[in-house]
């Protein structure tokens, strides 16, 4: 029997060497299923994020935007960092309330949404609800439940609020965006889950890329093995504060990273948002570092009716926001 | 039959065609249909009066906006006419007549700028004639720098080697300077709007139009002045007035404006023979448009 002789090498140099070889060529793959074909490591390391328009998406409610970076640290770091970053220390980015959900979401999860500084959206917000306006996205039955009060978001507005998030998060734990009611309270039926899984169709590339950790998920299905983390948020859309819902999944390999954001429910503004996230390590100037690809996809109504030039400035417009993002995130992250 | 309802009978047959024609996504684009009537009105050159005419304006523009790697195509068509009630003896022509391919291109050439570029090739002529080759191929070029979705800077040029100033700068602001307030400033259509709801818009705002025109080959021996033969008409106005737009759903929204039309030249520049506005009158427009 032939003896195999072992390169005389230690176990954990041989475990990151291995590392190193699974994700050879970062920048090959980033290429397999991204927009961006060529990316030059130094220069994102020291500038600006990339980002770029996505695919032209068929359905008008779609709109896809990715960007690409580099952070210092391991790719496990960089996963951590998005798990603990609070956007709404960031008055720029539009999120007016960040709260994170641990254990089981029951009402009392939500009872800072009640505490919402009172501006003008917020204020909007609560018009909209007392008078049960037809852009909120409700169910029938979470409509029902309205039942009027004292109009305002410290008593009776925040209460309605609280059991619907409460009840939306508590569905999305247990069944995912399946198990979720849909917006029909006023018109045409819409589940976020459905928009998820048609952003997903329209870029199959991406789809594929993300398979394994979106078929964890409650992400377009039923509950997967994956445990989600909860969050809500109170956000400003166009005017107009929304409560919306959050779920975060992560994955480390060892070596790379992916992680899958989404809003599975929002009041208003949209339907559902997805980001997801792909890191490698790589080498740059000697430094370890992070190359990270991020797809940031929306489904909106205000979309809709957008075509030619007012869709390439909506999709401008994202794609700001989204590095304006990424900046204020790399900002807080280096300190 | 009246040539004006013979185009809206071609309107009415293009409204019901587009859903259908034109379902799937791919095959994104836009249209309008308006008219305008502008009511009796007088103009001079000197001791020279055309008195108490009418104007009907009617324009069409159809335009297909593929998307591209590139950015967004603009392909399409677009028909202009003035009608004039003009007495024979009158030294301007009644009919004044364009149409034009619309081909073009929406680009972005950084995060916050959007780049259009687009041409207008086509025959700018008095009524049209058998043989007629008023060729002309007006373009613009024009930036849009976002500063945020709640406010655009937009600046460009437009160009026509018919026109007494070949090149002439545009541009202006577009700014959500409240909710449902819209400072929409950018020429040659600037207003301000007020939003009702996501269906209804109200205004009060401004049109200048300007384009030139061919008149026959025989026009100024025809009307005693022959150094006007085949010469360029550069027509001008502008209306000022108040109006509303109901966007129905997104491929119909209706669009009612009402109005005074404070200026408006007939300017033969290159004979130096031009008519002024003596007195003007109010207007009346129905639009209909969409995208698809």
């Known amino acids: 029997m032939r003896k195999v002789t072992l390169l005389p090498i230690s176990v954990p140099a041989l475990v990151i060497l291995m590392a190193r070889l699974a994700s050879a060529d970062p920048l090959s793959e980033l290429s397999s299923f991204s927009v961006f074909d060529k990316v030059d490591l130094a220069q994102l390391a020291s500038g600006e994020p990339k980002t770029a328009h996505g695919p032209p998406l068929n359905n008008p409610r779609y709109l896809s935007v990715q960007s690409c970076y580099?952070?210092?640290?391991?790719?496990?770091?960089?996963?951590?960092?998005?798990?603990?970053?609070?956007?709404?220390?960031?008055?720029?980015?539009?999120?007016?309330?960040?709260?994170?959900?641990?254990?089981?979401?029951?009402?009392?999860?939500?009872?800072?949404?009640?505490n919402a500084p009172e501006t003008p959206p917020v204020r909007a917000f609560v018009e909209a609800t007392v008078k049960m306006a037809n852009d909120l996205q409700l169910s029938r039955d979470e409509a029902a439940k309205w039942k009027g009060g004292d109009n305002k978001l410290s008593g009776a507005v925040g209460d309605f609020w609280m059991g619907v998030l409460a009840g939306r998060a508590r569905a999305?734990?247990?069944?995912?965006?399946?198990?979720?009611?849909?917006?029909?309270?006023?018109?045409?039926s819409i589940r976020a889950g459905d928009e998820l899984n048609g952003l997903l169709r329209e870029q199959p590339k991406i789809r594929k890329q993300f398979?394994?950790?979106?078929?964890?998920?409650?992400?377009?299905?039923?509950?997967?093995?994956?445990?989600?983390?909860?969050?809500?948020?109170?956000?400003?859309?166009?005017?107009?504060a929304a409560a919306a819902l959050g779920a975060f999944y992560g994955r480390n390999s060892g070596v790379t990273a992916q992680a899958a954001d989404t809003l599975y429910y929002s009041s208003g503004g949209v339907y559902a948002a997805l980001t997801l996230y792909q890191m490698w390590p790589v080498d740059v100037n000697g430094r370890a570092s992070t190359l990270v690809w991020r797809?940031?996809?929306?489904?909106?109504?205000?979309?809709?009716?957008?075509?030619?030039?007012?869709?390439?400035?909506?999709?401008?417009?994202?794609?700001?926001?989204?590095?304006?993002?990424?900046?204020?995130?790399?900002?807080?992250?280096?300190? | 039959m009246p040539a004006i309802f013979g185009r809206w009978i071609a309107f009415v047959i293009c409204l019901v065609a587009?859903?259908?024609?034109?379902?799937?996504?791919?095959?994104?684009?836009?249209?309008?249909?308006?008219?305008?009537?502008?009511?009796?009105?007088?103009?001079?050159?000197?001791?020279?009066?055309?008195?108490?005419?009418?104007?009907?304006?009617?324009?069409?523009?159809?335009?297909?906006?593929?998307?591209?790697?590139?950015?967004?195509?603009?392909?399409?068509?677009?028909?202009?006419?003035?009608?004039?009630?003009?007495?024979?003896?009158?030294?301007?022509?009644?009919?004044?007549?364009?149409?034009?391919?619309?081909?073009?291109?929406?680009?972005?050439?950084?995060?916050?700028?959007?780049?259009?570029v687009e041409?207008?090739?086509?025959?700018?002529?008095?009524?049209?004639?058998?043989?007629?080759?008023?060729?002309?191929?007006?373009?613009?070029?024009?930036?849009?720098?976002?500063?945020?979705p709640d406010l655009q800077i937009a600046i460009g040029i437009g160009v026509d080697i018919d026109r007494k100033y070949p090149v002439l700068p545009g541009g202006g602001i577009r700014w959500k300077f409240q909710p449902h307030w819209v400072l929409n400033a950018i020429l040659p259509q600037p207003r301000l709007e007020y939003e009702?709801?996501?269906?209804?818009?109200?205004?009060?705002?401004?049109?200048?139009?300007?384009?030139?025109?061919?008149?026959?080959?025989?026009?100024?021996?025809?009307?005693?002045?022959?150094?006007?033969?085949?010469?360029?008409?550069?027509?001008?106005?502008?209306?000022?007035?108040?109006?509303?737009?109901?966007?129905?759903?997104?491929?119909?929204?209706?669009?009612?404006?009402?109005?005074?039309?404070?200026y408006r030249t007939f300017d033969f520049y290159r004979a130096n023979f031009e008519f002024d506005q003596d007195s003007s009158a109010p207007y009346g427009m129905i639009s209909f448009h969409g995208v698809f």
């Open chain 1, 172 to 188: 999305f734990a247990s069944g995912g965006t399946s198990a979720l009611a849909p917006y029909d309270h006023a018109g045409n």
């Open chain 1, 295 to 335: 797809g940031d996809m929306v489904s909106s109504a205000a979309l809709s009716g957008l075509r030619g030039v007012e869709k390439l400035a909506s999709e401008s417009a994202m794609m700001k926001d989204v590095a304006k993002s990424i900046t204020v995130f790399r900002r807080d992250t280096a300190r």
């Open chain 2, 196 to 262: 009702v709801s996501k269906t209804v818009t109200l205004y009060v705002g401004a049109n200048l139009k300007e384009t030139n025109f061919r008149v026959s080959d025989t026009f100024g021996t025809d009307h005693g002045k022959p150094q006007l033969n085949h010469a360029v008409l550069t027509y001008s106005e502008v209306r000022t007035g108040t109006g509303l737009d109901w966007k129905i759903n997104n491929w119909l929204s209706v669009n009612a404006e009402a109005g005074y039309q404070p």
């Open chain 1, 70 to 114: 580099v952070v210092p640290g391991a790719p496990a770091q960089h996963l951590e960092a998005l798990r603990r970053w609070n956007p709404a220390a960031h008055r720029e980015l539009k999120v007016i309330l960040h709260n994170d959900i641990a254990g089981s979401p029951s009402e009392a999860a939500f009872v800072r949404i009640k």
């Open chain 2, 18 to 116: 587009i859903p259908g024609l034109f379902a799937s996504d791919i095959w994104t684009g836009e249209y309008s249909f308006n008219e305008t009537y502008v009511g009796n009105a007088t103009v001079s050159h000197g001791q020279k009066r055309v008195v108490d005419f009418d104007e009907s304006d009617t324009e069409i523009r159809f335009v297909l906006t593929p998307r591209i790697p590139l950015g967004v195509l603009r392909l399409g068509v677009e028909y202009e006419q003035f009608s004039f009630g003009f007495e024979g003896s009158a030294l301007l022509p009644n009919t004044l007549q364009s149409v034009a391919a619309v081909i073009g291109l929406d680009t972005q050439i950084k995060n916050s700028i959007l780049l259009r």
């Open chain 2, 119 to 148: 041409a207008m090739p086509g025959v700018y002529s008095e009524a049209f004639r058998t043989g007629s080759n008023d060729f002309n191929m007006p373009f613009v070029i024009g930036g849009t720098y976002i500063v945020n």
């Open chain 1, 211 to 240: 398979a394994g950790l979106l078929d964890s998920t409650g992400i377009g299905r039923g509950g997967g093995s994956a445990r989600p983390e909860l969050y809500s948020e109170m956000i400003n859309t166009d005017d107009i």
